[in-house]
């Protein structure tokens, strides 16, 4: 799934832009911890990163755009792209069937974009096997029990009983931060931003992500 982007010149014919291939960003956490949030914030600001989109059997909420938050679809025509292969990963959660379509995220990652997902656990555990060299996981923690249930309620997109529901599976999704190359506790959104922005920034800078280095040190040496 390696792709490479070309690097860019400046007007002096320097190169400024190593071509690098792009990066799987995993963002998970239990609901309400902010990583919906930090995923917007991060879209917003790196146009160089791209969402992936996943379809889902759950029902839309009412801030939720088709097509830009989910792809809501009908079970039945969940279990046909999991026949077909078409999902990269899948899984159950909440008693609802997600899964990250196979074929944007291909594109993408051919073409050097970045990009990211905000799936649970189990979808990680399953991209891990399936590319662990092309990705890089964050957990997001919250900063307390109490602050998790009051962010909850506050967004007030969920009833009563699924508000319930999710505040049980916060534990189960809790014991999973161990499993995470990074781990961020938004207790403020901001400082949590800056950590996401600097954990991709060092991503990016892995030697062996920089698939244009070799090329730009034997120019170097050659001048030597
Ligand atoms: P929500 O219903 O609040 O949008 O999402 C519930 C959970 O499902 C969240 O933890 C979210 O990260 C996860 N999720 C969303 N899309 C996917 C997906 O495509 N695959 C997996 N494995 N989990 C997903």
Do not use: C
Not at 21 to 30: A, C, I, K, N
Not at 43 to 69: F, Q
Request: charged share 30%; no cysteine.
């Amino acid at each position: 799934m390696a792709g490479a982007r070309k690097p860019k010149r400046r007007s002096k014919g320097r190169i400024r832009t190593i071509a690098r291939r792009g990066l799987m960003l995993v963002l998970s956490s239990p609901s309400g911890a902010g990583k919906t949030t930090l995923s917007r914030m991060l879209l917003k600001s790196d146009p160089s990163v791209e969402l992936s989109v996943s379809v889902t059997t759950r029902p839309r909420r009412a801030n939720e755009k088709h097509g830009r938050d989910y792809r809501f679809i009908q079970k039945p025509q969940f279990e046909k792209m999991v026949e077909k292969g078409e999902l990269l990963e899948w899984a159950e959660v909440f008693g609802n069937f997600y899964g990250t379509p196979r074929a944007p995220v291909e594109r993408a990652l051919a073409a050097g974009r970045d990009v990211l997902f905000d799936i649970d656990w189990q979808g990680t555990q399953q991209l891990r096997e399936k590319a662990r060299g092309e990705m890089a996981s964050i957990f997001v923690l919250p900063p307390s029990i109490p602050e998790l249930e009051r962010r909850l309620r506050v967004r007030a997109l969920d009833e009563e009983p699924v508000i319930k529901g999710r505040m049980a599976k916060a534990g189960d999704e809790l014991s999973h931060w161990a499993e995470y190359d990074y781990v961020v506790i938004n207790d403020d959104i901001g400082r949590a931003f800056e950590e996401v922005t600097q954990i991709l920034a060092a991503e990016r800078l892995k030697r062996e992500r920089q698939t244009g280095l070799s090329a730009f040190v034997r120019g170097l040496q050659a001048k030597l």
